[in-house]
């Protein structure tokens, strides 16, 4: 299976901040990288696919880059709406499609 | 619109059996895969599975393979996940969730149900 990692686990900001959070897969994935959103006690969110295609709907503060083994999720301008528990998910070629382990975002 | 309805929290024994349910609704129902992600109590997400309900054809991870069974109604636009013994280690909310057109990531969520296994 391909393991995803994110990092940082957790991290503090202000609001109007520009954050970075990280996804390295264990092997290429090419662009099948995807980034969601999840507030306590609600299900995940869609933000970005196909590792830099925003969803509809998305504020265009969200970003993603990123091919092979590495990836990013900048957040510009940090709104207090997005603090918020951020996850990758891979679905490269043939299942399970696994998630990173999260990264939770949180007021400073 | 597309949408997924997930049936109630549950509270269940060790040992006891469960199915829970998942019904879409704003679209083609069997032209999608449909997927369940569990999240236990404080964690992240996993991947569990994923069925297509056009003809069944169903993926596990392994880290659930044998552990439960995702199943689907066709003709009721319902997806199922089912244990057959419970565990308290089963203690999670479950999501359902749908590919996006023509792709592998999950555009659409269910709300999740809660399932609480305790004796």
């Known amino acids: 299976d391909i393991q995803m990692t994110q990092s940082p686990s957790s991290l503090s900001a202000y609001v109007g901040d520009r954050v970075t959070i990280t996804c390295r897969a264990s092997?290429?994935?090419?662009?099948?990288l995807s980034w969601y959103q999840q507030k306590p006690g609600k299900a995940p969110k869609l933000l970005i696919y196909?590792?830099?295609s925003l969803q509809s709907g998305v504020p265009s503060r969200f970003s993603g880059s990123g091919s092979g083994t590495d990836f990013t999720l900048t957040i510009s301008n940090l709104q207090p709406e997005d603090f918020a528990t951020y996850y990758c998910?891979?679905?490269?070629?043939?299942?399970?499609?696994?998630f990173g382990q999260g990264t939770k975002l949180e007021i400073k | 619109e597309v949408q997924l309805v997930q049936s109630g929290a549950e509270m269940k024994k060790p040992g006891e059996s469960l199915k829970i349910s998942c019904k879409g609704s704003?679209?083609?129902?069997?032209?999608?895969?449909i997927g369940w992600v569990r999240q236990m109590p404080g964690k992240g997400l996993e991947w569990m599975g994923v069925?297509?309900?056009?003809?069944?054809?169903?993926r596990y991870s392994p880290s659930f393979q044998g552990q439960v069974t995702i199943s689907v109604d066709k003709f009721i636009s319902t997806a199922y996940l089912q244990w057959s013994s419970l565990k308290a280690s089963d203690t999670a909310m479950y999501y359902c969730?749908?590919?996006?057109?023509?792709?592998?990531?999950?555009?659409?969520w269910g709300q999740g149900t809660l399932v609480t296994v305790s004796s």
């Open positions: 969730a749908r590919h996006a057109d023509g792709n592998t990531h999950f555009a659409y």
């Open positions: 704003g679209y083609s129902f069997t032209n999608y895969w």
């Open positions: 069925i297509y309900p056009g003809d069944s054809d169903t």
């Open positions: 092997q290429s994935i090419t662009t099948y």
């Open positions: 196909g590792a830099s």
């Open positions: 998910q891979q679905s490269y070629s043939t299942p399970p499609y696994t």
